[in-house]
């Protein structure tokens, strides 16, 4: 499977970072180290899902970290619809962002990165199966990254593929690498 330099939806706003750091993407040479990442997908039995991202970014120098900051602040927004519009493209699937909020607060030296988004069209609803799914939309994760899915608490889960690395009761987790592309996630109600 092909590996690409950004990261869907586990590592959407890298892509950000990486846009206001091209220097760093062509010298290898990062100003920041993702130290911590997780990926929240919430669902219920509708057609929207909640996506919570949190990262955590050490910087070189403080000074880095104010200037990327500043650039996160002023575009973020702009480049994560860009990306969901693009996404749709690629998977064949209109994804519509409902709401999306994000902040980025320095917390002793570590600069802390929080989106949160309502995606409308990530579950679909079929004769009251729903499907949580992008295709097979490659996903590069590392091994600090931890993706995590919550069903409603009354779902049955019906099938998961790729298998989750740790799976209690209606919350599915995939640590590390073994995650490799978004996961499709059929369940119904558990009546």
């Not at 669902?43 to 500043?70: G, Q, V």
């Not at 590069?140 to 009761?169: C, H, Q, R, Y």
């Amino acid at each position: 499977m092909q590996n690409r330099t950004l990261i869907y939806i586990l590592i959407a706003f890298v892509a950000i970072f990486l846009i206001f750091d091209i220097f760093t993407l062509f010298t290898r040479k990062p100003k920041f180290e993702v130290t911590f990442y997780q990926t929240k997908v919430i669902t219920d039995f509708s057609e929207e899902a909640t996506i919570i991202t949190l990262a955590d970014l050490s910087f070189k120098t403080e000074k880095d970290m104010l200037e990327y900051m500043k650039n996160y602040n002023n575009v973020a927004s702009t480049t994560f619809l860009d990306y969901f519009k693009k996404i749709s493209d690629e998977i064949g699937k209109n994804l519509i962002v409902i709401k999306y909020d994000n902040n980025a607060t320095e917390r002793a030296g570590v600069l802390e990165i929080n989106e949160q988004a309502i995606i409308k069209n990530l579950v679909t609803n079929e004769n009251g199966q729903y499907e949580l799914s992008m295709g097979k939309l490659p996903i590069n994760s590392n091994d600090g990254s931890e993706f995590v899915v919550t069903l409603p608490e009354n779902a049955k889960l019906i099938s998961v593929d790729p298998t989750p690395t740790d799976i209690d009761n209606n919350i599915l987790k995939w640590y590390g690498n073994s995650l490799k592309y978004f996961p499709t996630i059929v369940y119904s109600k558990n009546y």
